[in-house]
């Protein structure tokens, strides 16, 4: 499970029995990001299982409290149980404030550093690159400032063929070189290729998230070709007044972003209080979209 996003909360607005609110985590070549942090959703870490302090970084799409409520919970959790390590939190600029009035009222000090970075709305961004990811904030189309992510796992190292090398005595210390792609020439004078020593590393993937927002061709260039796209799709077709009086999208919305910017598979959420299931979101989506289809809480996506 090199990259894997599960999904901790797949509701709007409001939980229920079925769904607790937006909130996903997300391991990528060992790093770990949490994208939301709705009402609950350490109640929903504690259930499937995910590690607090394995989090590194929080990365929050909008101020909507549906995807921000839990999140003084959850660092007043973290310090509860010892934290010393930082934790990133990429945000609308607003939220520093609103999580230090309420850690000051309380007269509460983290025993962690918090480094905080606020998002923009306005144009694609990278806010974390390392050797091993990337990611990208973008704007979304939504009743107030509001961001996507996209999140890059980079290209892995090529493969070594241990016994080959060996056996034709290239030296230990060229194979991380030969493992990077590159060809070495040796004391000698000879040519010793990346190719003949080492098979393709598993090629880079890319995930992205889309929550809140109204239908929004603008993302195309961003979303274009990944791997696992999610999208909302607070409504179906039955109720898209609803969706275009509060900015969300149906799962067609959804299902013609994801065909238009022919992404691998689409997964769906942000499902409004009022469905049961997500069998006519999919239903709509597949006439689409085929690999389309509506999350559960609790499942994990591999991209
Ligand atoms: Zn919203």
Known sequence: MDFAVTILGSGSATPTANRGLTSQYIVCANRHLLIDCGEGTQMQMRRFGVKFQRIDYILISHLHGDHYFGLVGLLSTMHLLGRVQPIHIFAPKELEEIINLQLNYAGAQLSFPVHFTATQADEPKVIIEDEKIEVTSFPLSHKIPTTGFKILCKEKDRKLLDDKAKAHGVKIEYYHRLK????????????????????????????????????????????????LLYHEATFTEAFRDRAKATMHSTAIDAANIAKQAEVKKLIMGHISARYEDGVVHEEEARHIFQNSEVVSDGATYLV
């Open 180 to 227: 990077k792609g590159e060809d070495i020439t040796d004391e000698n004078g000879k040519l010793i290729k990346s190719s003949d020593y080492t098979l393709p590393g598993e090629p880079a993937k890319l995930y992205a998230f889309c929550s809140d927002t109204r239908y929004f061709e603008a993302i195309l260039p961003v979303v274009r070709e990944v791997d």
